[in-house]
T-cell receptor, first 112, second 114 residues
Framework: KQEVTQIPAALSVPEGENLVLNCSFTDSAIYNLQWFRQDPGKGLTSLLL?????REQTSGRLNASLDKSSGRSTLYIAASQPGDSATYLCAVAGNAGNMLTFGGGTRLMVKP | ETGVTQTPRHLVMGMTNKKSLKCEQH?????MYWYKQSAKKPLELMFVYSLEERVENNSVPSRFSPECPNSSHLFLHLHTLQPEDSALYLC?????????????FGPGTRLTVL
């Protein structure tokens, strides 16, 4: 059974810092990996999706990497802003992408 | 807006009530999902309807009953729920025939069981 772990569970940084969120998974036989953002009481917004054959994806100030053999992914956020404050969720997909297994999330607070 | 809508956004019900959650996707996708997000647990998949095939998480109690009348609509029928079923219920959709099969989520229904 796939298990996904996110470290740290919570993170507070001053505005402008570059930061890294970590995600690890136990079964390397994945179809893809998605990073999501969730604001309090809201649904999920997809940030980046990395196919199992890819090493990284970039979107604006976000960069996600994938090391499938070691079961790790990182989400790098450059020049953090208060608007980046949210919970960031990592999810891995098996079975042609239908089954997403989520980590517990990292709650990020960026202070002005 | 992600193209996935859910109604109602908030629901309070007693343990003897019967209610239904509705999800609609406007993205032309061929798969839809129900997820449960509890306060102290990671998001967990409850049900999948993909290419008209239903796949379910075996740990979901029978008091939750999904229905997918067509590829754009998904329902979750609720009956005789327990207080521990209080959670945020999220619907998602995807196009399974694409290379990426990226899932798009609705805003969720916040359910409180008294």
């Amino acid at each position: 059974k796939q298990e996904v772990t996110q470290i740290p569970a919570a993170l507070s940084v001053p505005e402008g810092e570059n930061l890294v969120l970590n995600c690890s998974f136990t079964d390397s036989a994945i179809y893809n990996l998605q990073w999501f953002r969730q604001d309090p009481g809201k649904g999920l917004t997809s940030l980046l999706l990395i196919q199992s054959s890819q090493r990284e994806q970039t979107s604006g100030r976000l960069n996600a990497s994938l090391d499938k053999s070691s079961g790790r992914s990182t989400l790098y956020i450059a020049a953090s802003q208060p608007g980046d404050s949210a919970t960031y969720l990592c999810a891995v997909a098996g079975n042609a992408g239908n089954m997403l297994t989520f980590g517990g999330g990292t709650r990020l607070m960026v202070k002005p | 807006e992600t193209g996935v809508t859910q109604t109602p956004r908030h629901l309070v019900m007693g343990m003897t009530n019967k209610k239904s959650l509705k999800c609609e996707q406007h993205l032309g996708h061929n798969a839809m999902y129900w997820y449960k997000q509890s306060a102290k647990k990671p998001l967990e998949l409850m049900f999948v309807y993909s290419l008209e095939e239903r796949v379910e998480n075996n740990s979901v109690p029978s008091r939750f009953s999904p229905e997918c009348p067509n590829s754009s609509h998904l329902f979750l029928h609720l009956h005789t729920l327990q207080p521990e079923d209080s959670a945020l219920y999220l619907c998602a959709s995807s196009q399974v025939s694409t290379l990426y099969n990226e899932q798009f989520f609705g805003p969720g229904t916040r359910l409180t069981v008294l």
